[in-house]
């Protein structure tokens, strides 16, 4: 008698049995979907986020992963992070997508306040958390990438160093081989792997735009530079306004165009090599180009205020005040009387306090083979996409930005959208001239 047919014939014999089979059934569906969230969690890499170049090593234990799976025991170091701010940026970013390839903490690294190229040992330290926010960082990039203080490692373990490669014959190829192997055991016993010979800036990338974004979002001024930042902007928006005595909410609605002038000595001739090396003649803008260009944006409305961003060598240079069309109403540190303010802090964070300026215009004109123009797109780039639109490309859209180096719609500078679903972050690290529009 086949099961039916007995449950037909016994009905009150073959309910209990059937409802254990049931029972049983539920049981192991329950554990399999607890176990394959325990993985998940374990291992961030495979959850289905998209996150690129995520290493699976099978050895780890639970109570050493945080919430998100990454190790709270092992560590990278680096080097002293070095050069401009922007390029100091990308090599923090590139520093942590490197330790989240290897599924490591990045211990806090030190950036420099100052701007030397070459005097590596006039370089001044400055810590991390005296320029962002240690733990608003952690927690907006939870499950991403996680930074750690010196005094959580153990030091039960001697650091294992890793050599980064240089020279033509180290590729990308062979970089990414290095990584993988010191995501292995035995290396990968070691409590900290201790990066040394290369500022990060200079290590090959192995991440796409996105990625790198995604640690940009994460960094967040501490107050005290943030709250400079706000008095700069403010003060901005005064003179649009007309008169100090207005009010914090009236002020937010006063516009302001902001524009970062690379005229210095040193970038003209920097970018004069550029354009016979690559044989690219839109990088380098003569001051007086700059201007005509951005006095031919459409829609800026008379009068309107422009921020100069310029190097405080070229403070003194009253002539950067003349020249620009009728409406359009110029200031830099010293004419907007903000110069005390930056004066009071050493480079890295008078160029933090500018980046942020930049970054809150209402509309923004910058070099596309500056860095520091190139991340500052990249960031509005993010704010409008995350406002609904994907392309600002012939649209009166908030966050607008624009090349001057790059001639665009009536004369007047080109548009400029940064390509996030690029690869790469080459195009933001060493500038283009194809800007998405």
């Known amino acids: 008698m086949d099961l039916a047919s007995h449950c037909k014939s016994s009905a009150s014999q073959c309910s209990p049995h059937l409802s254990s089979i049931t029972?049983?059934?539920?049981a192991l569906v329950v554990f399999a979907l607890i176990s394959r969230s325990l993985f998940l969690l374990a291992f961030p890499g495979?959850?289905?986020?998209?996150?690129?170049n995520v290493l699976v090593i099978a050895d780890r234990s639970f109570h050493s992963?945080?919430?998100?799976?990454?190790?709270?025991?092992k560590f990278l170091e680096v080097p002293q992070i070095v050069w401009g701010l922007n390029n100091q940026k990308i090599a923090f970013a590139r520093a942590c997508l490197t330790a989240r390839m290897l599924n490591r903490t990045l211990l806090m690294p030190s950036l420099s306040a100052s701007l030397f190229y070459k005097e590596i040992d006039l370089l001044q330290p400055i810590s991390f958390d005296k320029v962002f926010q240690f733990d608003k960082f952690n927690s907006l990039c939870s499950g991403f990438v996680r930074l750690g203080?010196?005094?959580?490692?153990?030091?039960r373990t001697a650091p294992f160093k890793l050599i980064k490669g240089s020279g033509r014959k180290w590729t990308v190829d062979r970089d990414l081989d290095q990584l993988r192997e010191f995501g292995r055991d035995p290396?990968?016993?070691?409590?900290?792997?201790r990066v040394v010979g290369k500022n990060p800036f200079l290590w090959h990338d192995h991440w796409p735009v996105n990625d790198y974004a995604r640690v940009f979002e994460c960094l967040a001024l501490v107050d005290e530079i943030a709250k400079e930042a706000n008095r700069v902007i403010n003060r901005i928006r005064e003179v649009g306004k007309g008169s100090e005595s207005k009010s914090i909410g009236e002020l937010e609605s006063v516009p302001y165009v902001a524009v970062h002038m690379r005229i210095e000595k040193d970038w003209m001739i920097h970018c004069k090599k550029l354009e016979q090396r690559s044989n690219i003649s839109q990088i380098c803008s003569s001051k007086?180009?700059?201007m005509a260009r951005v006095g031919r944006i459409l829609g800026l409305k008379n009068p309107t205020v422009l921020y100069l961003a310029v190097a405080n060598s070229l403070l003194e240079d009253s002539s950067l005040l003349t020249g620009w069309r009728d409406g359009l109403l110029p200031f830099e540190k010293k004419r907007l009387g903000v110069e005390a303010i930056y004066r009071k802090y050493p480079y890295l964070i008078q160029s933090a306090i500018d980046y942020e300026v930049c970054v809150r215009a209402d509309v923004f004109v910058g070099n596309s083979f500056s860095t520091f123009s190139s991340l500052v797109v990249l960031e509005r780039t993010q704010k409008m996409m995350s406002s609904g639109v994907r392309s600002s490309c012939g649209r009166e859209v908030r966050w607008a930005s624009y090349a001057y180096n790059i001639e665009g719609e009536s004369g007047g500078p080109k548009r400029?959208?940064?390509?996030?679903?690029?690869s790469s972050l080459r195009a933001v690290s060493y500038g283009t001239n194809d800007i998405s529009c």
């Open 23 to 26: 029972g049983k059934c539920f």
């Open 46 to 52: 495979i959850n289905g986020r998209g996150y690129s």
């Open 65 to 73: 992963l945080d919430d998100f799976g990454i190790r709270r025991e």
């Open 149 to 155: 203080r010196y005094s959580e490692p153990s030091n």
């Open 187 to 193: 290396i990968d016993s070691h409590e900290i792997i």
């Open 288 to 290: 007086d180009e700059i």
């Open 416 to 422: 400029w959208i940064t390509n996030m679903n690029d």
